[in-house]
């Protein structure tokens, strides 16, 4: 079950960033027509092509269904039609910065209670160290990528806590059917795709953990996430016997 929906669903969101930042670079550094977006005509732009040939990377149906038919490719199809086409505009001043995917974060409940597959859904009780991961990427190249961390223990505190920065690690994304799953076919690879960049976070107990990742390309130009917050609990439970039951899917 992991091989059909995790990795398709995953490599989705690699390569989507990896596009994403070919598209943003251009919306920065040259004008467009959103109806020749929305509608190429004969005098359309590269540019406004580029932007057509990746909105439909973004149809959320094709990860709902996951390893069906041609599913796991749609995604890498549209992009990499956008990439190539996006390839064809003159950028004067490159001054972009890297795309960050939306960050997540395992456990998501960090010292409380969760399910999930990974818990075989039965609600547990969760450490209080917790991973963050996203994807990156830049036309230009990723030079860094960094997290910022800061924690409060009382609502008066939140406002006045003092940040620190970690660098996060990057590993490279594997594009192929590493799983060797015969119902998965990515008979189109995709042109680019995003390294994911990770961290494990840990020392918190019964604080409000806020946090955001910077990155720079090799050009110098920077972009940052949204801020993100999680109560992190005490990691020591228990966690109750009739929620557990709750959690557990139906039987078919």
């Not at 960090?110 to 009780?125: E, I, N, V």
């Not at 006045?160 to 076919?185: C, G, H, Q």
């Amino acid at each position: 079950m992991l091989a059909l929906c995790v990795l398709p669903l995953y490599l989705c969101r690699a390569v989507i960033t990896a596009a994403q930042n070919w598209v943003t670079t251009i919306m920065e550094s040259t004008s467009v027509r959103l109806d020749h977006v929305q509608a190429p005509q004969s005098d359309s732009t590269s540019a406004e092509r580029a932007l057509h040939l990746f909105l439909p990377a973004l149809t959320s149906g094709y990860m709902y269904y996951g390893a069906v038919l041609d599913m796991p490719v749609k995604q890498t199809v549209a992009c990499n039609n956008a990439i190539e086409e996006a390839r064809n505009v003159k950028l004067v001043d490159e001054t972009s910065g890297p795309s960050i995917f939306a960050l997540q974060r395992l456990p998501y409940n960090p010292g409380g209670c969760g399910a999930g597959s990974l818990w075989h859904y039965k609600y547990t009780s969760m450490p209080n160290s917790f991973f963050v991961w996203t994807f990156v990427h830049d036309i230009s190249g990723v030079d860094s990528v960094t997290i910022h961390v800061s924690s409060a223990r009382s609502d008066e505190q939140v406002g006045s806590e003092t940040w620190k920065s970690l660098p996060m690690t990057m590993r490279e994304f594997p594009a192929a059917n590493v799983y060797n799953s015969s119902s998965i076919d990515f008979f189109v690879m995709p042109e680019e795709i995003a390294n994911e960049y990770y961290i494990e976070l840990t020392g918190y107990k019964n604080e409000m953990v806020q946090y955001y990742v910077s990155a720079t390309d090799k050009r110098g130009n920077k972009r940052q996430s949204d801020t993100y917050r999680v109560y992190v609990g005490d990691g020591e439970g228990p966690c109750d016997q009739g929620d557990r039951d709750r959690e557990q899917p139906p039987h078919a």
